[in-house]
């Protein structure tokens, strides 16, 4: 299996970005969805995730400012990103976690806010 994501940037503070990721290869089935983040000095967070029928978690940092979306029939996830913050700046991970269990990364995209 492999996660494709897109969508990283450079963008100034009060902005909007929407990440994608994209999974392909040999998938049974797509359970969870999420977006993690790490900023440089820190670790990994979650940032949201959102299972298969829909239901989404957010970490509270980005609650009211990120909404998570999924297409189950192009095996895709999106984050997108509104009123940005330089403290928001960090590689942004994709991860699925698929039946019989298995999770996979992706390859990381990085979102700078420049203030």
């Known amino acids: 299996v492999q996660l494709q994501a897109s969508g990283g940037g450079l963008v100034q503070a009060g902005g909007s970005l929407r990440l994608s990721c994209a999974a392909s290869?040999?998938?049974?089935?797509?359970?969870?969805m999420g977006w993690y983040r790490q900023a440089p000095g820190k670790q990994r967070e979650l940032v949201a995730s959102i299972t298969r029928g829909g239901r989404t978690n957010y970490a509270d940092s980005v609650k009211g400012r990120g909404t998570i979306s999924r297409d189950n029939s192009k095996n895709t996830v999106y984050l997108q990103m509104n009123s940005l913050k330089p403290e928001d700046t960090a590689v942004y991970y994709c991860?699925?976690?698929?039946?019989?269990?298995?999770?996979?990364w992706g390859q990381g995209t990085l979102v700078t806010v420049s203030s």
């Open positions: 290869g040999s998938i049974f089935r797509i359970n969870v």
């Open positions: 991860n699925v976690d698929t039946t019989p269990g298995y999770e996979y």
